[in-house]
């Protein structure tokens, strides 16, 4: 008996201290099981992901989890409170995150990459509760990408991986339907076996309730519910999710600067043209002549500066080369600051403004010194206890980034100032009549560091909506959330400076290369040419111009600026054919009745006024016979031939009759109205253009809110523009740039007004506007092959047309400004100077152009909104 009982008592024994780990596990699953995924059994799951790859620079990652669970479930009320309380991210987090463990702060929760237009939708009806989870992304990059449920991985071999990842909270849920649509052209391989399809390429599996893992511990999905599918995206998509790679980067740093490197090159050509010119410069072309050459050079280095950031660190990786923390912020800070230097080396402001610049330029230099000398530099790999420290030193570093910006647009409008005064493009002081005006510290600098404070303030909007996207399922109660929301913030605006850096170089510098050419043209100007097409210098820089500062070329095809410069010999010799090739149409071509001279050999200040005073003469007469022609007239009528007569008369050119000879009449096909029209409302061709320009500011500024509208807010684009850390400062500067293109636009229609075909200002505005329509046509194309949306071109053409129809109007009514005290209305002078019938084609013709633009706008328009580059934070060593 005490041997039987030994040997019970030692089973019972061995039997315990077997089951002890079983125990165990059971008790801390029941323990940290947070979610009661035991009272998720009777919950219905169904998700689905589809890829959307064209008409996107990159692939749209579309996902939606539906989830209709009981109201038993202890956290199902919990969904009802507020997406801000404690309690509701705790319940979304155990049906969206894979495993309840992602629920302690700092587990890797983040979504940097995944987007979502609202909050999960949240319903509940008979006693059930319902939860839509829609989110999307984009795969613009070679990294993997996590969306809703699903991870998106991009491989080298061009293949994608998606993966469905199941939250350990729905293992056991009952799932209905798995739907995964990897679009065009289909799956390559799936696991496991779909059970169905749905349309072209969609796969369809329906696993029901599938229980648990049979090893928990593995902390991986049932086998059911290990969905993989991998696709082979077109090759487009493909190719622009590897923008990321060193030969994608090396061709865009390569497109980039064969752009500009082009327009340089152009420049430098158009200078040695106005230097073999006969005669001794003026002091005022000789320094325009100089600063555009100067900033040819310029522009080059600036935007090498600008953009090597990302090519010098994909070097080194491919090199195996560890570029740390510190070189990679001593590289950014330091290209930026070697961009400032140039600018104000080119600039030369006044001893003020350069003493400023410096002052500005102690704090990042301070910042750095004492960071590398007393602080240890900023890393998230700091020990326990040291986050004040850390705190410290991303502090100091964003007030360094702050300067930078400020220190950066400074020298900027330092630039622009230099360029536009040596041109006398600015108008004199008030203050010291005669005088130029002189850019000032005491305007300058408040000036730039309120902007740049304005910046702070909507970067700091746009890293708060970033960290609420990317943490929204993280408690904020946990103690070092607060640490990592401040770390994060600051980091962010340590780098802000990158990229400011290469959005205003990259992305604005061309303001100052058209601040450049229209000071030159101006200055150089020959008054007695009938146009810039006249001289081979104005000829060349004004085509320059024209793709330059109106090209509506803004498209970056599969993410590469390789094709960038293509455009440029394009859109110049586009706007060269519509004014060469039907020259031989305008009405200052047509030839003399007696000389057979053009009527282009006349057009000095005493024509124009004569034929002003003519033109009156032949509408008031035209006025009298159709009177005459519906019986209005007094006592006394008068004879039709004796006015028939008057106008013959008006056809005799005196301008250059000489005694002797029989006096040169116009063409039996131009009036003198025509041919005052012809001439312009100014006396030469620079006075045209900017009177054009000054006309088409207000459409423009019409037009510019509607293209800046479709880009920037609507639909998507909004979303875009609050997320990106300059996207508001970039809206603002979105809507200035289409202003200027306009402006620009009425200005070329000014400058070319002699020339152009037509014997109205809405015909003239055609071939302007043709010039722009070819290449953007090709870009057009350019477009479908690569299978990117190209809508928003036809919206672009479509406003610049009627920018330019109005301000052709304006330009014909401007001509006769000097009968405006006659006249009760622009739209009475408007009538006699168009006879009515001509006035209501133009108002049809205009009309006909607005309601293209309302079904362009409200049918095809849709911006091409991904993600920016600056939205997902650098990576930290």
Same mark, same amino acid.
């Given at each position: ?54 008409? /996107? ?30 309690? =509701? ?43 839509? =989870? ?139 043209? =106005? ?156 203050? /010291? ?51 990592? /929301? ?20 990259? =992305? ?142 008006? /056809? ?226």
């Amino acid at each position: 008996m005490r041997a039987f009982a030994w040997i019970v008592s030692t089973t019972l024994c061995l039997l315990c201290v077997l089951a002890t780990p079983g125990f165990a596990y059971a008790a801390e699953s029941s323990e940290d099981d947070r979610c009661a995924s035991a009272e998720l059994a009777n919950a219905e799951v169904a998700t689905s992901v589809r890829l959307e790859h064209d008409n /996107h620079t990159y692939t749209k990652v579309v996902s939606e989890l539906t989830v209709d669970l009981p109201g038993t479930w202890p956290l199902a009320h919990d969904l009802l409170l507020s997406e801000n309380s404690r309690r =509701y991210v705790s319940a979304m987090s155990c049906l969206s995150r894979t495993s309840p463990r992602e629920l302690d702060y700092g587990a890797g929760d983040e979504r940097w990459g995944e987007w979502r237009a609202a909050h999960p939708s949240v319903t509940s009806k008979g006693g059930r509760v319902k939860v839509v =989870y829609e989110a999307y992304g984009w795969v613009d990059h070679s990294f993997e990408h996590e969306v809703g449920m699903w991870r998106i991985e991009p491989t080298a071999t061009g293949e994608w991986s998606l993966e469905l990842m199941v939250p350990s909270a729905l293992w056991g849920a009952r799932w209905d339907e798995i739907t995964v649509d990897p679009g065009g052209p289909g799956a390559q391989r799936a696991e496991p076996e779909p059970r169905a399809g749905d349309g072209a390429t969609a796969l369809v599996w329906r696993p029901g309730r599938v229980g648990q893992p049979m090893d928990p511990a593995m902390n991986s999905a049932p086998e059911e519910l290990r969905v993989t599918v991998t696709t082979r995206p077109p090759w487009q998509r493909s190719w622009a999710a590897q923008g990321d790679h060193l030969t994608a980067v090396g061709l865009d740093f390569l497109g980039s600067m064969l752009w500009v490197g082009a327009v340089s090159a152009l420049l430098l050509t158009a200078v040695r043209r =106005y230097r073999g010119r006969s005669g001794t410069p003026s002091d005022a072309q000789h320094r325009s002549l100089g600063n555009l050459r100067l900033w040819a050079w310029a522009a080059i280095l600036l935007n090498v500066l600008a953009q090597a950031e990302v090519l010098i660190e994909q070097l080194l990786q491919e090199a195996g080369i560890l570029f740390d923390f510190d070189l990679e912020l001593a590289l950014v800070h330091s290209l930026t600051l070697m961009c400032v230097v140039v600018l104000l080396g080119f600039a030369r402001p006044p001893r003020p403004v350069r003493l400023a610049a410096a002052a500005l330029s102690l704090v990042p230099l301070a910042t750095a010194v004492l960071l590398w000398t007393v602080i240890d530099p900023p890393t998230f790999h700091t020990a326990s206890g040291r986050e004040g420290q850390l705190e410290t030193g991303l502090a100091l570093q964003a007030a360094g980034s702050f300067c930078l910006v400020a220190l950066l647009l400074l020298a900027f409008v330092a630039a622009a100032w230099r360029l536009a005064g040596d041109g006398r493009l600015l108008p004199k002081s008030r203050r /010291h009549p005669g005088q130029d005006r002189k850019l000032t510290l005491r305007v300058a600098l408040p000036a730039v560091l309120v902007v740049t404070a304005l910046m702070a303030v909507c970067f700091a909007v746009a890293e708060e909506r970033n960290w609420q996207r990317a943490r929204w399922l993280t408690n904020p109660v946990d103690p070092g959330y607060g640490v990592e /929301h401040r770390e994060e913030f600051l980091w962010q605006a340590m780098w802000s400076v990158s990229y400011v850096d290469g959005w205003l170089i990259g =992305y604005y510098g061309w303001l100052l290369t058209a601040v450049a050419v229209v000071a030159v043209l101006g200055t150089w100007r020959d008054s007695a040419s009938l146009s810039p097409l006249d001289d081979p210098a104005d000829r060349l820089l004004l085509l320059v111009f024209f793709p330059v500062v109106i090209g509506l070329d803004v498209q970056r095809h599969l993410g590469s600026a390789l094709l960038a410069s293509l455009w440029i010999p394009l859109y110049m010799l586009a706007l060269y054919a519509v004014t060469a090739l039907p020259a031989h149409r305008s009405v200052l071509a047509r030839p003399f009745e007696i000389s057979g001279r053009p009527l282009a050999t006349v057009v000095g200040p005493l024509a124009r006024s004569r034929l002003l005073a003519k033109a009156r003469s032949y509408r008031e007469i035209h006025a009298e016979l159709r009177r005459l022609d519906q019986g209005f007239f007094g006592d006394v009528p008068p004879e039709r031939a004796a006015l028939e007569q008057k106008l013959e008369d008006l /056809h005799d050119w005196s301008v250059i009759s000489v005694p002797g000879v029989a006096s040169e009449r116009l063409p039996a096909t131009v009036s003198v109205v025509d041919a005052a029209l012809a001439l312009g409302p100014a006396d030469d061709w620079w006075c045209n253009g900017v009177r054009g320009a000054r006309l088409a500011l207000l459409p423009g500024f019409l037009a510019a809110v509607l293209d800046t509208w479709a880009e920037w807010i609507r639909g998507e684009g909004w979303q875009n523009t609050l997320s990106d850390l300059i996207g508001l400062p970039g809206l603002a500067a979105a809507l200035a740039s289409w202003m200027v293109t306009f402006a620009a636009g009425g200005f070329v229609l000014g400058a070319l007004w002699r020339v152009l075909p037509g014997r109205r200002g809405a015909s003239k505005a055609i071939p302007v506007v043709g010039a722009c329509a070819v290449p953007a046509a090709l870009d057009g194309l350019v477009g479908w092959f690569t299978r990117e949306g190209a809508t928003n071109l036809a919206l672009q053409l479509s406003t610049m047309l009627f920018v330019l129809t109005v301000t052709a109007i304006a330009l014909d009514l401007d001509t006769f400004r000097g009968e405006r005290r006659y006249w009760q209305s622009r739209l009475g002078l408007l009538l006699s100077i168009y006879q009515m019938r001509y006035y209501s084609l133009q108002i049809a013709y205009l009309i006909g152009q607005i309601i293209a633009i309302i079904t362009i706008w409200q049918f095809f328009v849709e911006p091409d909104a991904v993600p920016s580059q600056n939205e997902t934070p650098p990576d930290r060593p």
